[in-house]
């Protein structure tokens, strides 16, 4: 089992490919609906920088398929794209992530989303931040982070965290 592989099992994360990604992306919502329009050329200056993204909104408003569709317009797009839900890490897989010489944290030149970080406990929120601060992971990697928001909340605790 390559790292790779075990960073899919591990984390829960998913590991996609240029080719796979493209086509997650051409048979979503909104490549089908032509919903992109406007929004697909505001993406591309955000995905030509290697600034950190933090794409925020209420459950099931597509934040994936944007962060895909940045991964795509990106400078990174030959390079992995790793998803790595924080609602789903248990301590094995959190461990690893954080401690691992195999971790994808330690890669360089990888796009790495973090979906529902803010459903984590904040304990590891706060390892997170500080991982990224103390280590300078944006000189490394490309993060990307999707925030669920409720209605009305324009960011969540984690954003807030994160923002500062």
């Known amino acids: 089992m390559g790292v790779c592989d075990r960073i899919a099992v591990l984390h829960k994360g998913v590991m996609v490919e240029l080719a796979e990604c493209e086509q997650l992306f051409s048979n979503s919502f909104f490549t089908v609906s032509g919903s992109m329009g406007?929004?697909?050329?505001?993406?591309?200056?955000?995905?030509?920088?290697?600034?950190?993204?933090?794409?925020?909104?209420e459950e099931g408003t597509g934040k994936e398929q944007i962060a895909r569709a940045l991964y795509l317009r990106s400078r990174l797009k030959t390079h992995p794209f790793i998803a790595i839900d924080g609602s789903r890490l248990n301590d094995r897989a959190w461990e690893f992530l954080i401690e691992s010489h195999a971790s994808p944290l330690t890669t360089e030149g990888t796009a790495i989303l973090f979906?529902?970080?803010?459903?984590?406990?904040?304990?590891?929120?706060?390892?997170?931040?500080?991982?990224?601060?103390?280590?300078?992971?944006?000189?490394r990697l490309w993060l990307i982070f999707s925030c669920d928001t409720v209605e009305g909340e324009t960011l969540n605790t984690f954003a807030r965290k994160l923002s500062v």
Request: charged share 20%.
């Open 38 to 57: 406007e929004l697909e050329q505001r993406l591309t200056p955000i995905a030509q920088s290697s600034h950190a993204v933090m794409i925020i909104g």
């Open 115 to 139: 979906q529902h970080m803010e459903a984590a406990p904040e304990q590891r929120q706060d390892v997170l931040i500080s991982l990224i601060e103390e280590t300078g992971l944006t000189r």
